[in-house]
């Protein structure tokens, strides 16, 4: 169960960077636009307790419980709506 964790919380951690990694690529990368900090993904802010940049091994053995907590209607399923980043508003709203 252990390794099942593990191999969950590695593919979709390299999915993750793999899907964000694929947004064109001719951007600068950099602070948003207006300032401040890009937030976190949502997985990647479960998992990454500390909120120090990386997803150590006791951040993996928790990687359940983490993730867990994403499951806001509580069916023992992610969804998308549930993992993935929220869209930006446009300016005005």
């Known amino acids: 169960m252990k390794k099942l964790a593990i191999v969950i ?14 947004d064109g690529g001719d951007r600068t990368p950099g602070p948003p636009p207006g300032g401040g900090k890009r937030p976190l993904p949502p997985i990647e802010a479960a998992l990454d307790a500390n909120s120090d940049g990386a997803i150590d091994a006791d951040e993996i053995a ?19 709506d549930e993992y993935r980043p929220p869209m930006p508003r446009p300016k005005g709203d």
């Open 9 to 22: 919380v590695l593919g979709i951690t390299a999915w993750m960077f793999n899907a964000f990694a694929q």
């Open 62 to 80: 928790n990687a359940s419980v983490a993730l867990k907590k994403l499951d806001k209607n509580g069916d023992g399923k992610l969804t998308q």
